[in-house]
Nanobody, 118 residues
Framework: QVQLVESGGGGVQAGGSLRLSCAAS????????MGWYRQAPGKQRELVAQ???????NYANSVKDRFTISRDNARNTVYLQMNSLKPEDTAVYYC????????????WGQGTQVTVSS
């Protein structure tokens, strides 16, 4: 089993920045990809960004050039730097871990709220 714990959510005005962190523990050897999904009220959960242990990345078009995902393999931690935030970025952000880039992993964090006000 893998446990994921997120931190760093909160409220910010449009144009501002936030940084999310997700620390993994447990059977770390069983995962290759770590990433972030988000779910806004009334909408389906959607991919934000993913990164492999080797550094390959996958971003949603809506966040390219604004968000940057990074990973510290020694700390088993993934980060999401979010810049130029927009009200439509408001959602619960979930950390996710799995095996394949482009696919949802089996492990989820509890979620952290990001609220962007106009």
């Amino acid at each position: 089993q893998v446990q994921l714990v997120e931190s760093g959510g909160g409220g910010v005005q449009a144009g501002g920045s936030l940084r999310l962190s997700c620390a993994a523990s447990g059977t770390i050897f069983s995962i290759n990809v770590m990433g972030w999904y988000r779910q806004a009220p009334g909408k389906q959960r959607e991919l934000v960004a993913q990164i492999t242990s080797g550094g390959s990345t996958n971003y949603a078009n809506s966040v390219k050039d604004r968000f940057t995902i990074s990973r510290d393999n020694a700390r088993n931690t993934v980060y999401l730097q979010m810049n130029s935030l927009k009200p439509e970025d408001t959602a619960v952000y979930y950390c996710n871990a799995g095996l394949r880039l482009g696919y949802k992993g089996n492990y989820w964090g509890q979620g952290t709220q990001v609220t962007v006000s106009s």
